[in-house]
């Protein structure tokens, strides 16, 4: 009998299907990957487990956990399972604890209840167990509330109080989605040492295939709450039986059609992009990059003579950002923290360059000062002739016009009360002369166009549109103006993985185009390795290592260069690293 | 934590030499001399301008701010034109009335409003929490005049358990002076808990909703015990803030109550005085309103940092 048995379990919530007859089953000991995009029904099956469900949720099929009947368990029968059988990790560490109780309460609190055990001795357990997930008593005594740590300090306190209590099932919704790749590496193999020590079974959710080809011994790929494909994840992963798989599979480490033919070291450790494209030919992705590879032939090496030649668009020299310290009394501040330290680079008419780096690592701040949103608190900032950090705001208009910014979040980057045409129109109010109604309409129509819409999504409101649509929304109103320059924070890392390939094709179609140079902020270096000719690596505040894109990320010198490198999700590592695994075994 | 109370406190003294300037230049440019009002339309022009002298109207306006000013801070806060009695003897003879009744109907609106809203919040959307936010509703919408009215027509003439008015005093016994009370303390606590009910379960559902509610019935705690340890403490920084603003308006506010009440509270005070130009009462009571608003404003600050540790260290 295996730990976790799932066969043709439906769920609905009011009338609408969630999950359409998923069979899965997980053994004791063993790992298992569920990979999905949004929507597909992979937390859905996690929260069902927990029978955790939102109000009016309809369940059938069977669920049997170490014997026991899951869908109809009492409440009570549950609440003994939850937390001491089974214990649960989430995507979100910034929000899964409660800010007003210390970590050592939340951490005691399932031990207390699940256990009867005193106070004293919860805490005791509480204690060695924080210390066992890399939080030791010394630095980070059970005081602490959830704000004095960072992200990946919270989620070793979330996967404290998951694993306290030794379950026999751990299920983690994304645990390192929200981290930066360092410490995703960090969390993951935390998560393995766990799962080896205490023979937990783990059921693994992610979008991101290449996390779990890493860490699963088997693998259910879903979609439409259905399960497309499963087995064990080297074979799955190999064979590409099911066309979805295969376009996960290119999507993870997709690079856009019209940059292939230019730089050949980006393509180093991918999949062949022909057999790729054909195996998913008949999905909508593919259509697009066949679309924009008629309308663009590869203009190879035309690029890099164009980029020498051309005088730099964005100059930042020296620049340095500090904030001044906490206040900590009426006439006390502390030490003021340096976020950007004398940081100097160029950007050339077209390039494309990627500013890498972990999270807090300053390259936000720095975007948001070349952006002029903030200024140095020293050095100098020059974009197009512009000195931005001594302008006023009056003065900016012209370089803002010239340059333009696409946010992390499709969601919350729109006013949901305003039609298309409002929003994508927002910027034109940066040109010198006020276009009358029907040019608007007529630039609105054209950047719609130029973005794979339509110009009559003009009179639509957001919600009616999907992420990825979301996202090219957002990336026409960053080209109305017809910019030089785009700044582009993490702008793919919302998207789910087949959708991020579309967005990220629209980049580099647009940058052939219309010859617009980008700055990609990012932590994802699948992201800078697709469509970006040279690299920037930011540690404390500082470009440590800067270069060709290829050349930096196949070889890097510093050691925050490696660090991001060797913990990089790879799916073809890590399908390698699995069959040396096996073969060592066998 | 003591810098955090500290900072309080002066900010809390900045706001009140700032009130005192505002409230002062806006009493000097209303219209009306409160000496011409004093002595009537008949007084002759030397009768007003000696009256004006001896009130001190023709000093300089700094010297008779500071002068002012200077009185509050020791307690005097000058004579009023029309009681020709100390202001602060008014205040405090309404104050013995008006206290009671606001610290009466904010207790009164918390034990009623916190656990009607809790109880809406652990049953949304059903019939329990449709029941309990539709009487809130009509808790707000019934004007409380009306409901005074139908109080006293049940509980002192009907029942006749209660006065339907008039204050009797200390002096013959709390007892008498909180029973007559307790029917204006209902009156005004009624629309006081209806917000107040409504705010503890929308601000209970928004917590509801984080993530770590998630986190702990993960755990395997039952809902009831999420809902007490986990949500309800994070859930009380939109009500005391609430609570706060309530007292401030509970003070003052009540003038229509107090009217239908016949109670000498501090509402009517000030209303007579605007009516007669008494500018110097209506400076003193605006000065101990806005003083108390202060106050309850820090304690309230106090309250929040007690219920949030993130708090506590961004002083």
């Known amino acids: 009998m295996s730990l976790l048995e799932i066969e043709k379990l439906t769920l609905s919530i009011g009338n609408l299907p969630i999950l359409e007859g998923i069979d899965l089953a997980l053994e004791k000991g063993e790992v298992m990957g569920v990979v999905g995009e949004s929507g597909s029904g992979k937390s859905m099956t996690a929260l069902t487990l927990m029978q955790l469900l939102p109000y009016g949720a309809k369940t059938g099929g069977r669920l049997s956990f170490d014997g026991k009947d899951i869908l109809h368990a009492t409440e009570a029968e549950m609440l003994a399972l939850r937390g001491d059988d089974i214990g649960m990790v989430f995507q979100e560490p910034m929000t899964a604890l409660n800010p007003v109780k210390t970590i050592g309460e939340q951490v005691a609190e399932g031990i207390r209840w699940h256990t009867k055990a005193s106070r004293a001795d919860a805490e005791a357990r509480a204690a060695r167990m924080l210390d066992r997930v890399g939080l030791p008593q010394s630095k980070f005594p059970l005081t602490r509330y959830p704000h004095q740590l960072s992200g990946g300090q919270r989620q070793r306190v979330v996967i404290a109080i998951a694993c306290a209590l030794k379950p026999k099932l751990l299920v983690a919704d994304e645990p390192t989605t929200a981290l930066d790749v360092v410490l995703q590496k960090q969390i993951l193999d935390l998560l393995r040492d766990l799962v080896d020590e205490q023979g937990m079974g783990l059921l693994l959710i992610s979008h991101d295939l290449a996390v779990v080809a890493e860490m699963a011994d088997r693998i259910t790929i879903m979609r ?253 109103r960053a080209i109305i103006t017809r910019p030089k320059l785009i700044v582009a924070d993490e702008p793919v890392s919302a998207l789910d993985v087949s959708i991020r390939a579309q967005v990220l094709d629209l980049f580099a179609e647009l940058n052939e185009r219309l010859g617009v140079a980008y700055l990609f902020i990012t932590h994802d270096l699948t992201v800078a390795r697709a469509i970006t000719d040279d690299v920037m690596v930011m540690h404390d505040g500082r470009i440590v290592e800067s270069g060709e894109t290829g050349a930096i990320l196949d070889h890097p010198q510093s050691d925050a260069a490696k660090a991001l490198v060797a913990a990089a999700p790879d799916l073809n590592r890590a399908l390698a690293a699995r069959a040396g695994r096996i073969s060592a075994v066998r | 934590m003591t810098g955090y109370i500290l900072n309080r406190i002066l900010i809390g003294f900045a706001t009140l030499l700032l009130a005192s300037i505002v409230v002062f230049g806006v009493m000097e440019v209303l219209p009306g001399d409160p000496a011409q009002i004093m002595l009537g339309m008949s007084g002759s022009p030397e009768a007003l301008a000696s009256l004006r002298t001896q009130m001190g109207l023709d000093e300089p306006l700094l010297w008779r701010y500071l002068h002012w000013a200077g009185g509050l801070l020791m307690g005097d806060f000058g004579r009023s034109y029309t009681y020709s009695s100390p202001v602060a003897d008014l205040i405090r003879e309404r104050l013995i009335v008006s206290l009671p009744l606001a610290l009466m109907s904010l207790v009164l609106s918390t034990i009623i409003a916190l656990p009607v809203g809790i109880f809406a919040a652990a049953r949304r959307g059903r019939l329990p929490d449709t029941l309990s936010m539709g009487t809130a509703q009509l808790g707000i919408a019934i004007p409380n005049f009306w409901f005074a009215l139908l109080l006293i027509y049940l509980f002192a003439v009907w029942l006749q358990w209660l006065p339907a008015g008039g204050f009797p005093g200390w002096s013959g016994g709390i007892w008498n002076g909180i029973k007559s009370l307790i029917l204006p303390a209902i009156a005004l606590a009624l629309p006081q808990a209806a917000i107040l009910a409504r705010v503890t379960r929308s601000a209970l559902l928004d917590v509801l909703g984080e993530d770590y509610i998630r986190t702990a019935r993960a755990k395997g705690l039952p809902r009831g015990r999420v809902l007490r340890r986990h949500a309800l403490r994070n859930a009380m920084i939109p009500v005391l803030t609430i609570l706060g603003l309530q007292f401030a308006f509970l003070l003052a506010g009540t003038i229509i109550i107090e009217n239908v009440f016949y109670l000498p509270g501090l509402g009517r005070l000030i209303f007579q005085a605007i009516t007669q130009r008494d500018l110097i009462v209506v400076e003193g009571v605006v000065m101990l309103l806005v003083a108390s608003v202060i106050v309850v404003n820090i304690l309230v600050d106090l309250a929040y940092a007690v219920v949030d540790p993130r708090l506590r260290e961004s002083a």
Request: charged fraction near 25%; charge should be positive.
């Open chain 1, 224 to 476: 439409y709450g259905k399960v497309i494909d499963s087995g064990e994840t080297s074979a799955v992963l190999k064979a590409k039986a099911h066309p979805y798989t295969a376009q996960l599979a290119e999507a993870s480490a997709h690079v856009p059609v019209n940059r292939r033919s230019i730089s050949p070291s980006v393509l180093t450790g991918n999949i062949e992009p022909a057999t790729a494209a054909q195996s998913s030919s008949n999905l909508e992705h593919s259509a697009a990059a066949q679309a924009a590879k008629e309308r663009l032939p590869a203009k190879a090496g035309s690029r890099t003579k164009r980029d020498a030649t051309l005088p730099p668009l964005l100059t930042v020299q020296s620049v340095t950002r500090d904030y001044a310290g906490r206040r900590t009394g009426l006439f006390s501040r502390e030490k003021s923290f340096r976020a950007v330290d004398d940081v100097s680079f160029t950007v050339r008419s077209g390039q494309s360059v990627a500013l890498v780096g972990r999270s807090g690592c300053g390259k936000s701040t720095l975007a948001r000062m070349i952006l002029a949103l903030d200024r140095p608190s020293s050095g100098s900032i020059t974009f197009d002739g512009h000195r931005l950090e001594t302008s006023r705001d009056a003065d900016l208009r012209d370089a803002r016009r010239n340059m333009q910014v696409v946010f992390q979040d499709p969601y919350g980057s729109f006013n949901p009360r305003h039609r298309v045409e409002r929003l994508i129109a927002e910027p034109l109010h940066l040109l010198q002369t006020k276009p009358s109604r029907d040019e608007r309409r007529d630039m609105v129509g054209k950047a719609l166009d130029q973005v794979g819409l339509s110009p009559a999504d003009m009179d639509k409101y957001p919600h009616e549109f999907s992420g990825g649509q979301r996202q090219r929304l957002s990336i026409a």
